[in-house]
């Protein structure tokens, strides 16, 4: 956080999801803060980050060391059928990413 001068750190997601053949992504932000000059200024309310996974992975400059893991829900299908699975990793930062809002 401290290297960044205007950004958005986005600590938990409300969703995500990527089309079947991995290529086009989409994240919504749960927990989100706007990052000014190296600080954490305050919430944002469901950031989106829509891009492909060439993208997002080029855009990749740093990572945290530590890890954190939960247990979360993939839900597929009408009617809904939802499969246990895990979610998280370390901190990332990516540079140059658009940024919407819902």
């Known amino acids: 956080v401290k290297d960044v001068k205007k950004g958005i750190f986005v ?8 089309d079947d ?10 927990e989100a803060y706007l990052i000014e000059n190296g600080e954490i200024k305050y919430p944002l309310i469901n950031p989106v980050i829509e891009v492909t996974t060439e993208r997002l992975w080029t855009s990749l400059d740093a990572r945290g060391k530590e890890t954190q893991f ?4 993939c839900g597929k299908g009408d009617p809904m059928q939802g499969v246990p699975v895990w979610a998280g990793g370390p901190h990332l930062r ?9």
């Open 70 to 73: 939960w247990a979360a829900t």
């Open 21 to 30: 053949i991995r290529w086009n992504q989409r994240y919504v932000g749960h």
């Open 94 to 102: 990516f540079r140059n990413l658009e940024v919407k809002t819902r």
């Open 11 to 18: 600590n938990s997601f409300m969703e995500w999801n990527i």
